[in-house]
C-alpha cells in the first residue's frame, strides 16, 4: 500500500473517530481537530451556496508569511484590513464551479476571528452559481497551507449531509447528493 493511501486512510480514521466523541455538556464544538485541518461547511440552497472555512489562526498566519509578497503592499494595521486579507487570501484559494465548469460568482460575507474558538480564523464565502450541479475546490487553500493539510467538509443540502476529507490533491468535491 502507498504511503499516500496510508496517510488518506489515517486522516479518515483520525476524523471519524473525533467526530465520536462527545462534547462537553453545552459546549459548542469549535470544529478543529489539530493544526494543518480546517474545516467547511458548505449549505447548499438551489444554486446558491454559503461555506464557512475554519482554520486555526496560526495556520492562517503560517500562510500569510509563505505568502507575504502577496501582502507586502498591504497596510495591516488599518482597521479592517487584516480581516479583508484574509478574506481575501481564502477567497482567491477557493472556487466553486457549476456543473458546466464555469466559476460560481464568489463574495466574501465575513472575515476574521472565530466568535467559537479564539484560536480561529472563520472566514464565510457566497457562491451564485448557474445549476445547483457545482462542485467545491479548496485544493488551491490546502496547498498553499501545508503538504500535511486537511480539510473536513460538509456538504448541507436540506436534511441530507455528508462528509468528506479534503487534502492539496483532491479532486472537486460535487455538492449533490449521491455523488
Same mark, same amino acid.
Given at each position: 500500500m502507498s504511503r /499516500? /493511501?496510508?496517510?488518506?486512510?489515517l486522516a479518515t480514521a483520525?476524523?471519524?473517530?473525533? =467526530?465520536?466523541?462527545p462534547s462537553a455538556p453545552g459546549a459548542e464544538s469549535t470544529g478543529f481537530i489539530q493544526d494543518n485541518i480546517s474545516?467547511?461547511?458548505?449549505?447548499?440552497?438551489? =444554486?446558491?451556496?454559503?461555506?464557512?472555512?475554519?482554520?486555526?489562526?496560526?495556520?492562517? #498566519?503560517?500562510?500569510?508569511?509563505?505568502? /507575504?509578497? #502577496?501582502?507586502?503592499d498591504v497596510d495591516l494595521n488599518q482597521?479592517?484590513?487584516?480581516?479583508r486579507e484574509i478574506g481575501k487570501f481564502v477567497a482567491g484559494r477557493v472556487t466553486m464551479r457549476d456543473g458546466g465548469g464555469a466559476d460560481c460568482v464568489k463574495k466574501v460575507e465575513k472575515a476574521g476571528e472565530d466568535p467559537s474558538n479564539d484560536e480561529g480564523?472563520?472566514?464565510?464565502?457566497?457562491?451564485?452559481?448557474?445549476?445547483?450541479?457545482?462542485?467545491y475546490d479548496a485544493s488551491k487553500?490546502?496547498?498553499t497551507q501545508s503538504s500535511r493539510a486537511w480539510q473536513v467538509v460538509t456538504i448541507t443540502?436540506?436534511?441530507?449531509? /455528508?462528509?468528506?476529507?479534503?487534502?492539496?490533491?483532491?479532486?472537486?468535491?460535487?455538492?449533490?447528493e449521491g455523488r
Open positions: /499516500r /493511501r496510508i496517510e488518506i486512510l483520525l476524523a471519524a473517530t473525533l =467526530a465520536e466523541l474545516t467547511a461547511k458548505i449549505v447548499a440552497n438551489g =444554486a446558491r451556496y454559503v461555506v464557512d472555512i475554519s482554520m486555526m489562526a496560526t495556520d492562517v #498566519e503560517e500562510m500569510f508569511l509563505k505568502t /507575504r509578497k #502577496e501582502h507586502e482597521p479592517g484590513a487584516l480581516e480564523v472563520l472566514v464565510e464565502l457566497s457562491f451564485d452559481c448557474a445549476s445547483a450541479d457545482a462542485s487553500l490546502l496547498a443540502r436540506g436534511e441530507a449531509k /455528508r462528509q468528506v476529507m479534503l487534502n492539496g490533491d483532491s479532486p472537486p468535491v460535487p455538492t449533490a
